[in-house]
């Protein structure tokens, strides 16, 4: 079973940071470009950011999260992590986030284009 398990969601004040983790089978997503996305009630997914399979370059961003956010990803041997570093938290960041895969060649931003996706972990940030 292809699976995508993220875990790190929680309260947090505004002003603080979290550190969300997406753990995925080595063996199935080496040579997978990552994503994260988020979606808030009543809202599109919206793209937060990606990583390319390649030992984690290139990387992309939302223009409005540049500076706050950080992809990584550590292919390990048997699991791949992709961590997706929040700081200077803002109450418009809560949602829940999504961790992705896509196989393709290029990194997008695009969420039709990811083939694979995790259950999702919720982010609150209380003002």
């Known amino acids: 079973q292809v699976q995508l398990v993220e875990s790190g969601g929680g309260l947090v004040q505004a002003g603080g940071s979290l550190r969300l983790s997406c753990a995925a089978s080595?063996?199935?997503?080496?040579?997978?470009?990552m994503g994260w996305f988020r979606q808030a009630p009543g809202k599109e997914r919206e793209f937060v950011a990606a990583?390319?399979?390649?030992?984690?370059?290139?990387?992309?961003?939302a223009d409005s999260l540049k500076g706050r956010f950080t992809i990584s990803r550590d292919n390990a041997k048997n699991t791949i992590t992709i961590y997706l570093q929040m700081n200077s938290l803002k109450p418009e960041d809560s949602a829940g986030y999504y961790c992705?895969?896509?196989?393709?060649?290029?990194?997008?931003?695009?969420?039709?284009?990811?083939?694979?996706w995790g259950q999702g972990t919720q982010v609150t940030v209380s003002s």
């Open positions: 992705a895969a896509d196989g393709g060649t290029i990194l997008t931003s695009w969420a039709y284009e990811y083939e694979y």
């Open positions: 080595a063996r199935t997503f080496s040579s997978y470009n």
């Open positions: 990583i390319s399979w390649r030992r984690g370059t290139p990387t992309n961003y």
